[in-house]
């Protein structure tokens, strides 16, 4: 037999009511745009790393990794070579590269 008690009825609609506006609120909060933006933020940070310690295993460079002094401060092991210029300059021959090619490939449509 179903319950038919008004107060128990009301009790499960206000449980109802309130596990449906957390679920709302939750699907908002994921779809919002500043939500959005900050996973984005973080997956590209976290690809871009990844990149770059992959271009570094490849050229055989690896990245300055920070050290500690005897007083507990943060040092740089300067014996290891810079990533910077070595990305620079493969950003640079990628750059000349597709300009080469779309200039190319203008010129034969022509």
């Given amino acids: 037999m ?3 008690d008004p ?3 009301e009790r ?13 609120d939750a699907i908002a909060d994921r779809v919002s745009p500043k939500r959005v933006a900050e996973r984005t ?20 460079v690896a ?7 005897d ?7 300067d014996e290891r070579p810079d990533l910077g210029p070595v990305l620079i300059g493969v ?5 000349v590269g597709a300009a080469l090619v779309f200039w190319r490939r203008r010129r034969r449509r022509a």
């Fill in 41 to 60: 933020v973080t997956d590209v940070k976290s690809r871009a790393g990844h990149f770059v310690a992959s271009v570094g295993d490849a050229l055989g």
């Fill in 71 to 77: 007083d507990g401060e943060r040092a740089w092991d």
């Fill in 12 to 24: 499960r609609i206000a449980r109802t009511r309130a596990e449906l506006a957390q679920t709302v």
């Fill in 7 to 9: 107060d128990e009825l």
């Fill in 2 to 4: 179903a319950d038919t």
């Fill in 63 to 69: 990245p300055r990794p920070a050290g500690y002094t």
């Fill in 91 to 95: 950003g640079a021959v990628l750059v």
